[in-house]
């Protein structure tokens, strides 16, 4: 079997890569479970604020309590990153209308006025960091199986933390890292290999989900990302599972690839692409198929097919 037809160890036709309505339960129940994860912090914070306003007989009273201004700009309806903007009057402002146009008016349950409308703030919040959440999962279900087919196969590896942005050895207990992964570098029977994920490719002038490079993380940084050749293969990755938004997952990732696919060919170069998508229906899978057997795509999965996710995980590992 030839590189470009590696696809076959998990996929013999289309329908292979259509979603079931099993995994499309499960990847509802899925988002559901994170968003109640996410959402916990929050309704702590709202314990701690029922409380401390608890202590007090009146609305303006609340003025007096010491460590709940945060509390209470959220329940004026102020965002975190609208705080940044604002002076100290400002905020002061908001409060003292927080509190005359609806707390006074709630009378007796103004505690619990004070609370409702900080949780509307919070779950405005929530909604805002879930939009993505989809892809933030299948994020990490991708990174926890190439990181075990690196482990499996006895290969070292380091990892990019997302937030300090610094590179990791491997440890003996390396569970939950796919939570804060960014990236990952190992070495295989063709060289050293590091996968980069969400990176504006300079070539594309894009945003690609995954690329994989044929240098270490050091000469990368050096290169910024600038010499196509360095490119072994590029891959979207959709993690979104509601089917009314699958059509357009794969019509903005099929547009990417093709961009890709154009810039590289420009110059004479022809990396790897590969699509990963938890919702695939029919007419999708149908055309993913007819660009895998026309050789347009290097490889593609269903996230929510664990034989898929691991065959495409070994193929990138080997590549």
């Known amino acids: 079997m030839t590189a470009t037809t590696l696809y076959k160890n998990h996929l013999q036709s289309s329908s292979d890569l259509v979603t079931t309505y099993k995994a499309r339960r499960a990847g509802f129940v899925a988002l559901a479970l994170e968003k109640n994860r996410k959402a916990t912090p929050y309704v702590e914070e709202a314990r701690v604020l029922y409380e401390a306003a608890s202590k007090v007989r009146t609305p303006f009273d609340i003025l007096n309590i010491e460590g709940i201004e945060a509390g209470l700009l959220a329940a004026a309806g102020l965002s975190d990153k609208s705080l940044n903007h604002l002076q100290r009057e400002d905020k002061l402002e908001a409060i003292n209308g927080l509190i005359k146009n609806f707390l006074e008016p709630a009378g007796d349950k103004f505690v619990e006025e004070l609370v409702y409308r900080f949780l509307l703030t919070r779950g405005d919040t929530l909604g805002g960091s879930m939009r993505n959440i989809g892809g933030v999962l299948a994020q990490r279900k991708l990174s926890r199986a190439i990181i075990s087919t690196l482990t499996i196969g006895g290969k070292q590896y380091q990892w990019l933390h997302s ?28 060289g050293i290999r590091t996968l980069i994920y969400n990176l504006n490719v300079p070539l594309v002038k894009n945003n690609v989900d995954l ?4 240098l270490d993380p050091e000469q990368l940084r050096l290169t910024k990302y600038s010499n196509p050749n360095t490119y072994v293969a590029l891959g979207e990755l959709k993690g979104g599972i509601d089917p009314a938004g699958a059509d357009e997952h794969w019509k903005t990732a099929r547009t990417a690839l093709e961009r890709i696919r154009v810039a590289f060919s420009g110059i004479d170069l022809r990396p790897h692409t590969f699509f990963i998508g938890a919702a695939i229906e029919r007419k999708m899978a ?30 990138l590992c080997n590549l």
Do not use: P, Y
């Open 211 to 214: 690329c994989l490079f044929n």
């Open 163 to 190: 937030r300090t942005r610094r590179w990791a050895k491997m440890s003996d207990d390396d569970t939950g890292i796919e939570l804060f992964l960014r990236g990952l570098n190992w070495e295989n029977q063709h």
């Open 286 to 315: 149908d055309e993913i198929w007819l660009q895998l057997e026309a050789g347009e795509l290097s490889n593609a999965a269903n996230l929510n097919e664990t034989i898929q996710v691991a065959s495409i995980s070994r193929w």
